[in-house]
């Protein structure tokens, strides 16, 4: 039986390493280069579905009503492993198709959907010639001959349809900053708060109790829109998107990272979804390179608002490193780890302009001493674990950075992004939610309830203070951009059986975030339309009366503001930002 699941399991890896090079075309299709692919992906793949066959096997024997006993290699056998490995292998590609939509190009969505067409034939003509290979026994070489033929055909069409490969395009885009640009005649400030996983359900149970006072007043007086997001989730491709007012199939950012295969052989940008694909990074198949700045292919907010002569701050985004020349100031999301300690900066190019590194060090060396004095996020019984209180001292840091530059350079527009709630979510929500588990006892709901609470209670503070600070012609943004829902319970005993337990919250499946809109232009209530995450950018642009780019796929949210403001300042447009 090993020998037919081994065969079985090479066919089922050949469709996966297909669908792995269809969502990556930039991976050249040659036999050198794609050894890696083969050894490492593939290696990875071949086991496992060599153990999911096998247990078929075992229990094909254990239910049948005869004796099972297969030849080393078995035409049957693997005839209907292989129908089963083909029709997967469909629903795998159909699923990444559907899923990554958003992401993928037209030629590589249609690509894929002629090789679901093709794998989706290839399972059942498999299966029509097990049944042949059934009522003919004796002619077992040409079945095995015409088995060979249709699994050869069902692995070279979709790499065919797939194609050689593109080669990637070297961009050029101008400087993002024109230092000398004329001052902006519109003088209003746009503050932005941005979060990773933050739940506008949750914040609003939380404020119907009396929690969360700011975020309250907020739904009270302002505006709120759930946030559609992409797939897949991640805070670099999400941010970027947002950043730009792009997709990731423009803005050049479509994951988390850039997945570098070991022993070479190029780089993979997107994994497939549904199939397991992040363990390889987990168990070092595939080792996971962080965005730069220099990743994005589009230009980003802080770069059109420089160059319209608008100062601009920008602290803890994604892909800021190394940090953007801009009108006013950059501290990368790379600062806290790169610069290991507030006496010990190797690395200027996480904020400019450097000459504000003194700043940003003092502002460490405070918050330093203040959670020395007892102002720490989690309870004492919590502290010292890396999962529970670094990410609440991440958000501080820059929190108190931001505060600090803010103070040495004034800007019109600030971006503070927050990222707690996705880590904290991801291990506390079971116990925010309890009732969604079911097996969260009294003692770990007392103890452990309010985590979550008490880093929403962070970014709450924040919107308070930029409440405070607002003017009469002032805008305030709110925005999430991805939820945070409970984890599956089959996902959640696979975490356990893969070693971590304690997960449960998730945002795989791209649940929506919010925006939240404060200020005297602002119209009050809540909406059932959503908003989206490349709306925010073109948003932005249209309260400070700068055109929107046509390449850009959102849109001005003129729905969040009174119609006084929306009567006097009409959307205007211009074809691209980009030079």
């Known amino acids: 039986m090993l020998s037919n699941s081994v065969a079985a399991a090479c066919v089922a890896t050949a469709y996966v390493l297909a669908l792995v090079l269809h969502l990556n075309p930039m991976l050249p299709l040659h036999p050198v280069r794609l050894e890696p692919l083969v050894t490492t992906v593939g290696l990875f793949y071949a086991v496992h579905f060599t153990v999911v066959c096998y247990i078929l096997l075992v229990l094909r024997q254990l239910f049948a009503r005869e004796v099972f006993s297969p030849a080393w290699i078995s035409v049957d056998v693997i005839t209907w492993l292989c129908a089963m490995a083909a029709a997967a292998g469909a629903a795998l590609m159909w699923a990444n198709v559907t899923t990554f939509g958003r992401v993928l190009d037209a030629a590589t969505t249609d690509a894929l959907r002629s090789s679901v067409a093709v794998l989706a034939g290839t399972s059942a003509l498999c299966i029509v010639l097990a049944e042949f290979r059934r009522r003919r026994p004796e002619a077992r070489f040409m079945w095995a001959f015409l088995l060979v033929l249709i699994i050869g055909a069902s692995v070279a069409a979709p790499l065919a349809l797939r194609g050689s490969g593109v080669p990637p395009l070297l961009d050029a885009r101008p400087l993002d900053a024109a230092l000398d640009g004329a001052p902006p005649e519109r003088l209003a400030r746009v503050t932005v708060i941005a979060l990773d996983g933050g739940s506008l359900d949750f914040i609003t149970g939380a404020t119907a109790e009396g929690r969360l006072p700011n975020f309250g007043r907020i739904l009270d007086a302002g505006a709120a829109r759930h946030l559609a997001t992409i797939h897949p989730t991640s805070p670099e491709a999400v941010w970027a998107a947002v950043a730009t007012g792009k997709l990731p199939l423009k803005n050049g950012v479509r994951s988390a990272g850039i997945y570098q295969l070991q022993g070479g052989g190029g780089s993979i940008q997107l994994l497939p979804d549904f199939c397991f694909a992040h363990r390889l990074v987990r168990f070092g198949f595939l080792i996971e390179q962080p965005h730069a700045s220099t990743t994005l292919r589009a230009r980003p907010l802080w770069g059109i608002l420089s160059t319209a002569g608008i100062p601009v701050g ?254 006097e300042r009409p959307i205007t447009f211009i074809p691209t930002y980009e030079r």
């Open 314 to 567: 920008v602290v803890n985004w994604p892909l800021t490193q190394p940090a953007p020349v801009v009108r006013g100031f950059v501290v990368s999301d790379t600062y806290q780890r790169l610069s290991g300690t507030a006496s010990d900066i190797d690395e200027p190019s996480t904020i400019y302009p450097p000459e504000l590194q003194a700043d940003v060090v003092a502002a460490q060396e405070s918050l330093a001493s203040t959670m020395a004095d007892g102002g720490a996020v989690v309870t004492a019984s919590l502290a010292g674990d890396p999962r529970y209180d670094a990410p609440g001292k991440s958000d501080r840091l820059y929190d108190a950075i931001a505060q600090a530059l803010a103070r040495a350079r004034q800007v019109q527009v600030t971006l503070t992004r927050y990222q707690s709630l996705d880590p904290i979510g991801h291990y506390f929500l079971r116990y925010a939610m309890p009732s969604e588990f079911g097996d969260v006892t009294d003692e770990e709901r007392r103890r452990l309830g309010t985590v979550l609470d008490r880093h929403y209670a962070i970014v709450d503070e924040a919107i308070g203070r930029a409440m405070a600070a607002l003017g009469p012609d002032d805008l305030l943004l709110v925005v999430s951009g991805y939820g945070m829902e409970p984890l599956g319970f089959g996902k959640r005993i696979i975490e356990r059986l893969m070693g971590d337990p304690d997960v449960s919250g998730t945002h795989e499946a791209a649940p929506d975030g919010f925006l939240m809109a404060y200020g005297a232009s602002v119209a009050r209530g809540r909406e059932q339309a959503r908003a989206s995450v490349v709306d925010i950018v073109p948003t932005i642009l249209y309260f400070l009366g700068l055109p929107i780019g046509r390449d850009m796929d959102g849109y001005a949210r003129t729905d969040l503001f009174q119609a006084a403001f929306i009567e």
